[in-house]
């Protein structure tokens, strides 16, 4: 149902079907269906996002800790990109930091490690 009101850009009324409020740990494995799914038509992984990092966002999640998703090639837009409302079903800016990073440290990482890495922010 995710997979095709994607493709819709419709939204559902409800995930309650399928998820309960606070059901973090499966809203992690539709997540993790729902990219097999689109890499199975294309759509191809880039990088991820954290979300929910406040501790006010994670109570109102219901979340002990914030929550990754996946960012796909065809979601991010350059500088030169105009913004296509239509590509969503309730089309939004949202502020976002992107942090690539050119290697990823060997073993534990630090901060002090994790800052060299940092190829682009």
């Not at 559902?12 to 740990?25: Q, Y």
């Not at 880039?46 to 065809?74: H, L, N």
């Amino acid at each position: 149902a995710l997979f095709e009101a994607w493709g819709k850009a419709a939204p559902l009324p409800s995930l309650g079907p399928w998820l309960e409020d606070g059901d973090i740990e499966s809203a992690y494995k539709v997540q993790h269906a729902l990219h097999r799914r689109f890499e199975a038509h294309g759509r191809r992984q880039v990088g991820w996002k954290v979300g929910v990092t406040s501790p006010a966002a994670m109570a109102a999640m219901g979340a002990a800790e914030p929550m990754v998703g996946i960012i796909y090639a065809d979601s991010i837009l350059s500088s030169d990109d105009a913004f296509d409302p239509n590509r969503g079903c309730a089309p939004k800016l949202e502020g976002e930091l992107l942090v690539e990073f050119g290697t990823m440290p060997a073993g534990a990482i630090d901060l002090a490690s994790a800052r060299a890495s940092v190829a682009s922010i």
